[in-house]
């Protein structure tokens, strides 16, 4: 069974940054590419970020998101960050983090993903 847990998350200002870490438990964590959804209430999860297994080829929403996001991987740790600089009140939202079991990239979709931790709350606010 594969877990995911979130964490990171607070209320930050305007401006802030937040580094958000999703720990994988169960399976292979080399065999997965991870990636980061963001969802606010009444919308669909929307792509952040993806990683693949080696690490090495991070993919982002759009250019404008990797302006300010930044996404890694520590294989020794089972661990993918996400740090989003420059946080503005338009990014608060719940962000999740999922395994792709299928795709060395991540995909951008949520039908791409089979495991999803429970979420971690990021309020923009001043």
């Known amino acids: 069974q594969v877990q995911l847990v979130e964490s990171g998350g607070g209320l930050v200002h305007p401006g802030g940054s937040l580094r958000l870490a999703c720990v994988v438990s169960?399976?292979?964590?080399?065999?997965?590419?991870i990636g980061w959804f963001r969802q606010v209430p009444g919308e669909e999860r929307q792509f952040v970020a993806s990683?693949?297994?080696?690490?090495?080829?991070?993919?982002y929403e759009d250019r404008a998101t990797q302006e300010r996001v930044s996404i890694s991987r520590d294989n020794a740790r089972n661990t993918v960050y996400l740090q989003v600089n420059n946080l503005k009140p338009e990014d608060t939202a719940v962000y999740y983090c999922?395994?792709?079991?299928?795709?060395?990239?991540?995909?951008?979709?949520?039908?791409?993903?089979?495991?999803w931790g429970q979420g971690t709350q990021v309020t923009v606010s001043s």
């Open positions: 999922g395994v792709d079991i299928l795709r060395d990239f991540g995909g951008s979709w949520v039908t791409d993903y089979r495991y």
């Open positions: 169960g399976g292979n964590f080399r065999d997965y590419a």
């Open positions: 990683i693949n297994r080696a690490g090495d080829r991070p993919r």
